[in-house]
């Protein structure tokens, strides 16, 4: 989960790229925040980087394997 104080810096958009999930070490086609669709962690990645990889953090078999989807995207490539 992500969290903002001042909800003027962030403006709603409605796009596919919200919908899209990402595996763990895949390359990040958005600059962002990412959180994990298993547990919520999130991470921020810039565009083209790899997203953190399965090791980033630990998850139970019941979560599964970490799935990244962009959470918020910076206009800033």
């Known amino acids: ?13 409605d ?5 899209a999930t990402y595996e763990a070490g ?3 086609p958005y ?3 990412y959180y ?4 919520g962690g999130s991470i ?6 790899p997203l953190p990889s399965q090791s980033h953090h630990k998850h139970s078999a019941q ?3 970490i799935r990244w989807q962009l959470a918020v995207k910076s206009n800033y490539q």
């Open 1 to 13: 989960m992500t969290h903002c104080k001042y909800r003027h810096f962030l403006e709603p958009e």
């Open 15 to 19: 796009g596919p790229e919200y919908d």
């Open 26 to 28: 895949s390359f990040a």
């Open 31 to 33: 600059s962002g925040i």
């Open 36 to 39: 994990c669709k298993a547990c």
């Open 44 to 49: 921020t990645s810039p565009v083209s980087q």
């Open 63 to 65: 979560q599964g394997p």
